[in-house]
Structure formats: structure tokens, C-alpha cells
């Protein structure tokens, strides 16, 4: 199971490096972080959080803390 969350991850952060002006980037930056928090990567998950919740709205906002809630970092979270 873990191995498919690296792939994964893998996949998404080529969307995000590759095509940052793509309609998708948002979703595979929530899905960075998703998978980085799984597989327990909660510093670097963190650092993808912060570059999704400069440009995300509220409701997005929320949904990436719900990605990151697996690494217990509420402490360094901002509001949305």
C-alpha cells in the first residue's frame, strides 16, 4: 500500500513541476500532501500545504487540513 502512495505522489508532483499553470495543480497539490502525510513525510507535506494555501479558498483550505490531520501539525497551521 505504501508503495502505491510514493508512485502516486510521485505522479502528482510531475503535474506540479511540470505544468504549474495547469487547472490541475491544485488537486495534485492536495494530493502531495495527502499522500506525503500517509507515508509520514509530514515536513515536506507541510511545505507543499503552505505553497496550496497561499492561492486555495476556504473550503480548500479546510480540505488540505484534512490531508495533513495524519501528522498532527494544528500547531503550525495558520486560520484560514
Known sequence: ENE????ATRSFKKIITNYPDS????ESLYRVVLGLSFQGRCAEALRYFKEAEESSSIAEAYR???ALSSCNLSKSLSSP
Open 64 to 66: 488540505l487540513r484534512y
Open 23 to 26: 487547472p490541475l495543480k491544485a
Open 4 to 7: 502505491e502512495w510514493v508512485k
